[in-house]
């Protein structure tokens, strides 16, 4: 995330958040992302937020352990998920050895990331994972703004760091960090700005 700026951000909005965002919203990408992995697999979150994603991959069976850089959406994550492993962790040097995850869920985190470090932390989820491991990530399509800091009505005026990309643009990112994609799509929220979400299945290759 860009500085501490965003994470700050999130300790503040955490309980306002999981007012307006409980609801599981990947709901068919669940399934897709657990039948690509097969079976009980070791499974990394990056950017866990309230929990919301952990309830689902743990009921589908996955070993999940989540990470964020937020203590306050980790309090709330354990609360609502108490069998759920949550660390705090910076994205950009994860602490875990080589090969220890079978796949990644990062949805609607790795945004926050400067598009300048983006291919770093993909170099670290990469290390983390088994050759082959299986990845799903989201990131909001862009429209009018390439990246930078954002305040939010709906986030209490809070400036937060978002980076927005174009299907193509992040397909670059992620065939430079070494992942095959495997499936794509975008999905569209239901609400005022009707966000759209570019969807990536991807593979571990190199």
């Known amino acids: 995330m860009k500085k501490d700026t ?3 951000a999130y300790d503040k909005i955490a309980e306002d958040y999981r007012n307006r965002n409980s609801d ?6 669940y399934g897709t992302f657990c039948d690509l992995l097969g079976g009980k697999k070791r499974v ?4 866990c937020g309230i929990g919301r994603d952990a309830a689902e991959l743990i009921a589908k069976g996955c070993a999940y352990t989540g990470i964020d850089a937020s203590w306050g959406m980790l309090a709330l994550a354990r609360e609502r998920v108490p069998e759920g492993d949550f660390k705090r962790m910076d994205f950009r040097k994860l602490e875990f050895s080589d090969d ?3 796949g990644f869920w990062a949805a609607a985190s790795l945004l926050h990331v400067p598009k300048n470090e ?3 932390v ?6 983390i994972l088994v050759p082959g491991g299986i990845g799903f990530v989201s990131v909001k399509e862009k429209t009018n703004m390439d990246e930078g800091f954002i305040r939010e009505e709906k986030a209490g005026g809070i400036e937060r760091y978002f980076s927005f990309y174009d299907k193509d643009e992040f397909e670059t990112v992620l065939k430079r960090s070494g992942f095959e994609i495997l499936r794509s799509h975008k999905k569209q929220e239901n ?3 009707n966000t759209v979400w570019l969807c990536f299945f991807v593979k571990k290759i190199r």
């Open 6 to 8: 965003t994470v700050e």
């Open 191 to 193: 609400d005022p700005s």
């Open 44 to 47: 990394l979150e990056v950017g």
């Open 100 to 102: 220890d995850f079978d």
């Open 24 to 29: 599981p919203f990947y709901v068919e990408e």
């Open 122 to 127: 993909f170099s670290e989820i990469k290390r």
């Open 118 to 120: 983006v291919c770093a």
